[in-house]
């Protein structure tokens, strides 16, 4: 089976998530028991939540890949205390946490090999879904050993996902390519990942 | 409370959280949520969490699942109601 890949990124310099932290209820809506008490005990307890979030994001993502009718039911999705792993039930994702002081980007994955991914700031009132497309472009390109013009990043049309059009994919000169990638933004920061 | 006043509570619960404030301009029970107002999935749960204490109901992470639009939450509502 194809590897299946989700990301997410975090903007930590949104004011507007700076205490949910602090928020019993959103903290309960978002993690199990086991996680909450590893929240409570954490240095940094706002990267902490906002890294258990990417975490579940990115995996939900992947989730949904293989399940039509997966929903997010954030508690359901469970990190590790390494934070290299994230079940769903049976399913057990690995993931790749990459936090600093300003974003957490997270990518969960099928398979145990690294996948390609990148984070980029966005530059003032370019539209994130088009940076996200061109920094996606020019990481596969030069995978790939082909030029950005090469990669063509397309989304189907799928009738009810949450804007009508399912995951990304990938086509070289016209031709999809066994890749399966991933693109996110929050804030200032787009960010992708792709299968190896 | 009937229709059209669900729909205003829930237009201005989502107010602080739409980064699109021009879709509210338009709003109607076809908006999306996400993609129109442009309210992200971290934001969502706010929203969630505003509609429970607003209307004192309880909503599953099922229910919460299937709203898409702001008329799926009006209707939500409803149904709880």
Redesign the interface.
């Known amino acids: 089976m194809r590897a299946l890949v989700g990301n997410d990124v ?1 903007d930590l310099g949104d004011p ?2 700076a205490e ?1 932290h602090t928020r019993e ?2 903290v309960a ?2 993690c199990s028991d086991e996680e909450r008490a590893r929240l409570a005990a954490a240095a940094c307890a706002k990267r902490y939540l906002w890294t258990l ?1 990417a975490a579940k ?1 990115a995996a939900y993502k992947v989730a949904r890949k293989l399940h039509d009718d997966a ?6 999705f469970v990190v590790a205390e390494d934070l290299r792993t994230v079940r769903w039930g049976d399913l057990e994702l690995a993931l790749r946490v990459e936090a600093d002081d300003v974003r957490v980007h997270a990518v969960a994955t099928t398979e145990a090999a690294p996948a390609l991914s990148a984070v980029a700031s966005i530059w003032r009132n370019e539209p994130p879904s088009a940076a996200g497309r061109t920094l996606l472009r020019d990481a596969l390109s030069r995978a790939l050993g082909c030029t950005p013009d090469d990669v063509e990043v397309a989304r189907p049309v799928l009738p009810g996902s ?3 059009f399912g995951p990304p994919r990938v086509l070289l000169r016209g031709t999809p390519i066994d890749r399966d990638v991933s693109l996110s933004h ?1 804030g200032r920061f787009v960010a992708f990942a792709a299968s190896s | 409370m009937d229709q059209k006043e669900v729909f205003d509570k829930v237009v201005a619960i989502l107010k602080p959280f739409a980064k699109n404030p021009d879709a509210l301009a338009t709003v109607a029970m076809e908006t ?1 949520i ?2 129109d107002l442009k309210v ?4 969502l ?2 929203v ?2 505003e509609i429970e204490d607003n209307f004192g109901i309880e909503v599953k ?2 229910d919460a ?1 299937k709203v ?1 639009t702001v008329g799926d939450a009006v209707n939500l509502i409803l149904a709880k109601g």
Request: aromatic share 12%; proline share 0%.
């Open positions: 975090v507007e998530i949910h209820r959103f809506r978002i979030f994001e929903i997010f039911a954030h508690r359901r949450w804007d009508g929050d | 999306s996400l993609k992200n999935s971290a934001r749960v706010d969630v969490l992470d099922e699942d898409k």
